[in-house]
């Protein structure tokens, strides 16, 4: 929530922990430059080691369906 900008919404999400801890988001942003702004917001967390955007299609309304696949740092997962 904290990392989501105003005008993207996610519907749908799975957590692989066999996959190095994937995270697949499908989601809906009002339009491109929404989407772009969420991928860099996403990519500048260290938290996050990467981030692909799939399955990219416009709606009828002009917004953005999606689907995001991003791995968290390995590290945010040990123990210490």
Same mark, same amino acid.
């Given at each position: 929530?904290?990392?989501?900008?105003?005008?993207?919404?996610?519907?749908?999400?799975?957590?692989? #922990?066999?996959? &190095?801890?994937?995270?697949?988001?499908? &989601? /809906?942003?009002? &339009? #491109?430059?929404?989407?772009?702004?969420?991928?860099?917001?996403? /990519?500048?967390?260290?938290?996050?080691?990467?981030?692909?955007?799939?399955?990219?299609?416009?709606?009828?309304? &002009?917004?953005?369906?999606?689907?995001?696949? #991003?791995?968290?740092?390995?590290?945010? #997962? /040990?123990? /210490?």
């Amino acid at each position: 929530e904290d990392n989501t900008l105003e005008g993207v919404y996610y519907t749908d999400f799975s957590y692989d #922990f066999t996959n &190095g801890g994937a995270i697949a988001l499908s &989601g /809906r942003a009002n &339009g #491109f430059s929404a989407l772009h702004q969420q991928l860099e917001q996403l /990519r500048a967390q260290p938290s996050v080691s990467s981030v692909l955007l799939k399955d990219v299609q416009v709606a009828g309304d &002009g917004d953005v369906n999606f689907v995001m696949d #991003f791995v968290l740092n390995e590290n945010l #997962f /040990r123990y /210490r």
